[in-house]
């Protein structure tokens, strides 16, 4: 397979690049990177031409599939050149500014018959395996996430300042963090989120997006999740961030610990541990294995543009809840 990477400079990208470099069967003919600062090497690291125009690369090679990133600004706009050309490939999160972007082009890639996979990265990891087999869907009562990056230098330092802007970014750690726990939340409970809630905190002499938000959810099933992001876990420290969580059932009780899950039975009070890796990060060479393979042998994407439709929906109204000082927005759908 002939593979593209469609503008390199994304953070996430180093996370595919041990993957894709293993696999015999694909090669890396193209990069494209406008900022030309990971572009260069990657595409010498895989001996590809590099382009400074994601156009360009796209007007001129022949390929089989591309790994889509770049300025979430530009997301919708790579997307839709790729469908009319009738390539498959994976974008990263968010593919675009607003839900209604994102389910123009799920509409658009379902009659075009187009492969678009989403790395909705917990949808391959052994922790949704674990939490599946505490409880089944309906017996699910609440959740609690908080997921807390790291301080937006980050973004300066590996030149992706267009995060710290609204009119590129669409928004901040909402955009760029909620969504995996939002997936977490519709994959075990199955249920249509009804309304949503959310509050932020921005300090513009930093950036121009939010760098706190703390957001509700409140299902058709009466079960409910909080949702906390932000921007602000210190820097230089080893853990780079803190992701933690706990869930309620009828039949138990989860709770994350630095090696895992703690899992405490209503039935019996017994606590069991299971250790387990919660670093999201190791991921992504699953879903690259996963989505090449799926695109191979003609399966659909394990995850793709109608989930992240989902969320950017309920993302969208959370946005709005805050602009009306936090009051709860019922989700329309078509």
């Known amino acids: 397979m002939k593979i593209a990477i469609i503008e390199a400079s994304h953070w ?20 494209s ?9 990657i ?7 590099h382009y400074g125009d994601w156009r360009n690369l796209v007007d001129t090679e022949t390929l089989d599939f591309a790994f889509v990133f770049g300025r979430h600004d530009q997301m919708y ?16 999160k968010p593919a675009g500014l607003s839900g ?36 089944k869907s309906a017996e699910w009562q609440h959740m609690s996430f908080r997921f807390i990056a790291g301080p937006i230098s980050r973004y300066l330092d590996a030149h992706c300042d267009w995060m710290l802007d609204r009119s590129k970014a669409g928004g901040g750690c909402m955009t760029n963090l909620a969504v995996h726990c939002i997936d977490v939340f519709q994959r075990l409970t199955g249920s249509p989120v009804q ?79 299971i250790k387990l890796d919660l670093n999201t990060d190791i991921y992504y060479a699953d879903f690259v294995r996963r989505c090449l393979q799926d695109v191979q042998e003609q399966r ?20 709005d809840s805050d602009r009306t000082g936090g009051e709860a927005k019922e989700i329309a759908r078509p």
């Open 33 to 41: 990177d406008e900022t030309a600062t990971r572009g260069p090497g």
């Open 43 to 49: 595409a010498t690291r895989f001996g590809a031409t």
């Open 100 to 135: 209604v972007q994102v389910a123009a082009l799920a509409e658009l890639a379902s009659r075009k018959n187009i492969f678009v996979a989403v790395p909705l990265i917990f949808g391959f990891s052994t922790l949704i395996q674990k939490l599946s087999s505490v409880a």
């Open 12 to 31: 996430h990208v180093p996370l595919y690049l041990d993957e894709l470099e293993s696999d015999p069967s694909v090669g890396v003919v193209a990069v």
């Open 195 to 273: 309304s949503v809630s959310a509050r932020m905190i921005r300090d513009h002499s930093l950036s121009d997006v939010e760098i706190y938000s703390v957001m509700t959810m409140h299902t058709e099933n009466g079960q409910l999740c909080t949702i906390e992001t932000g921007y602000t876990y210190p820097g230089g420290a080893q853990e780079q961030r803190e992701f933690s969580f706990s869930l309620g059932s009828s039949s138990g009780y989860v709770q994350s610990t630095i090696d895992g899950l703690r899992i405490v039975s209503h039935a019996s009070g017994k606590a069991d541990e």
């Open 77 to 92: 706009d790579i997307a839709v050149t790729l469908i009319g050309k009738g390539i498959p490939f994976a974008i990263e």
């Open 300 to 319: 659909s994407p394990a995850s793709g543009l109608p989930e992240l439709t989902e969320i950017m929906r309920i993302i969208d109204v959370a946005y």
